[in-house]
């Protein structure tokens, strides 16, 4: 029998309880699995900015899961945290994601999360509104991984309302807030077009 653990006890149980004062419950997590990691902070941020809405924070060091190998997926099947993070994606009503982005692309620990999940299911994103996001602290804000990502998230279930990345985070992100008021203003634009999918 599957031993399911203490947090994800907690989550079922706050998604039953959501669900029952029908407010809409949406997910937010980085691409990410950094205690310090800028793409949790900016993702929290721009969850609280949406209105109406009850927000459950995820970080991915609360599904790990071992290196994608169909080796290993033949021998063992696959692992509980995979089918864990697939059923907290389909329980909400919204994701906000902001991916860290690795030479160019989304990072390792998030690519082994969205491969184990698509063995489960080819559209993973069950059609749930997206706030797609990337930030880093270079000028491009990890735009090459972000449009990577909506690229593909298109054709395994991915439902992008709005799509935002922050550049220099260091220089525009500060005290838990984007400072910058045109990236603000870029961000609210984006944040509001997803509120209204929900
Ligand atoms: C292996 C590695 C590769 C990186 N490649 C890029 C990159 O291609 N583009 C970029 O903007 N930042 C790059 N960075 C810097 C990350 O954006 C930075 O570490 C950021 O903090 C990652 O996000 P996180 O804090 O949410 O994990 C890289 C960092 C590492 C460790």
């Known amino acids: 029998m599957e031993i399911y653990s203490l947090e994800y006890k907690y989550f079922i149980h ?4 959501q669900k ?7 997910i937010a997590f980085a691409g990410s699995d950094s205690s310090t990691s800028i793409n949790k902070k900016l993702a929290t941020y721009a969850a609280s900015l949406v209105g109406g809405v009850q927000v459950n924070v995820l970080d991915l060091n609360d599904f790990e899961l071992p290196l994608y190998s169909m080796d290993k997926e033949k021998a063992n099947g696959i692992p509980d945290n995979a089918h864990k993070f697939l059923k907290i994606i389909k329980s909400s009503d919204g994701i ?33 509104p997206m706030l797609l996001m990337a930030t880093s602290p270079g ?15 298109q054709y395994m279930g991915g439902n992008i309302i709005g799509k ?18 045109d990236l603000l203003s870029d961000l609210m634009e984006e944040v509001k077009q997803f509120e209204n999918s929900l």
Do not use: C
């Open 14 to 17: 706050k998604f039953v309880q």
């Open 20 to 26: 029952q004062t029908h407010m809409k419950t949406i």
């Open 139 to 153: 000028a491009r804000g990890g735009q090459t991984g972000l449009n990577i990502a909506a690229d593909r998230f």
């Open 164 to 181: 935002f990345s922050l550049p220099n985070f260091n220089d525009n992100f500060q005290d838990g807030k984007i400072i910058n008021s």
């Open 96 to 128: 906000v994601l902001s991916l860290a982005e690795h030479n160019g692309t989304y990072a390792t620990v998030f690519k082994n999360l969205f491969d184990w999940m698509s063995r489960i299911d080819g559209k993973l994103w069950s059609e749930k």
